[in-house]
């Protein structure tokens, strides 16, 4: 069974850096695309990040670019997304999510979400 | 940045109606998008992919139709596990999510 674990998800003050962690299970991270997503409360889908299967390639949205970095290690099978210089704005739920194999973009299976804050 | 546009924001409907939610790409994305279904408290579900191709597991009633910058959600006979919040995802360049549709009950 596919499965994603976030972790690392806290309060943070504005300013702060954090990093979150996916632990993927039932496949290996080698052959997808992962991405992040995330979700301020109430609000819509917001699309992150995501680095492909050999990490040779990494793409960031415009809102993240320069402060959040994607990074993945094989042996592990985990993909961290290390956040930087968050604003209040960053506060949101954080989906680890896989492509589907095959597809750089379509995304066949979610996390459960990890909460980031970014309060003062 | 390719821009995904949802009408309407919210939807009122009752058992089994039929429903459609439309959604706009900025700019041609091909057959490039993925519908998700959304309930409190929990992650996404694919439905839809590659515009109109049904995810396995998704009840036949979902289905999907458009290409280059139009696309809709069709679900007929609406059932009770249906009221959710839905999402389209273009994929065609990097990706970007529209901003959904609630569906609730009339």
């Known amino acids: 069974e596919v499965q994603l674990v976030e972790s690392g998800g806290d309060l943070v003050q504005p300013g702060g850096s954090l990093r979150l962690s996916c632990a993927a299970s039932g496949f290996s991270i080698s052959n997808n695309w992962i991405h992040w997503v995330r979700q301020a409360p109430g609000k819509g889908l917001v699309w992150l990040s995501r680095?492909?299967?050999?990490?040779?390639?990494?793409n960031y949205a415009d809102s993240v670019k320069g402060r959040f970095s994607i990074s993945r290690d094989t042996a592990k099978n985990t993909v961290d997304l290390q956040m930087n210089n968050l604003r209040d704005e960053d506060t949101a739920v954080y989906y680890c999510?896989?492509?589907?194999?095959?597809?750089?973009?379509?995304?066949?299976?979610w996390g459960q979400g990890t909460l980031v804050t970014v309060s003062s | 940045d390719i821009e995904m546009t949802q009408s309407p924001s919210t939807l009122s409907a009752s058992v089994g109606d039929s429903v459609t939610i439309t959604c706009r790409a900025s700019?041609?994305?091909?057959?490039?998008l993925a519908w998700y279904q959304q309930k409190p408290g929990r992650a996404p579900k694919l439905l839809i992919y590659m515009a109109s191709s049904l995810e396995s597991g998704v009840p036949s009633r979902f289905s999907g139709s458009g290409s280059g910058t139009e696309f809709t959600l069709t679900i007929r006979s609406l059932q009770p596990d249906d009221f959710a919040t839905y999402y389209c995802q273009q994929y065609n360049f990097y990706s970007s999510f529209g901003q959904g549709t609630k569906l609730e009950i009339k």
């Open positions: 999510v896989r492509g589907r194999t095959g597809s750089s973009g379509l995304i066949d299976s």
């Open positions: 700019q041609n994305i091909n057959k490039w």
């Open positions: 680095v492909n299967a050999d990490e040779t390639m990494t």
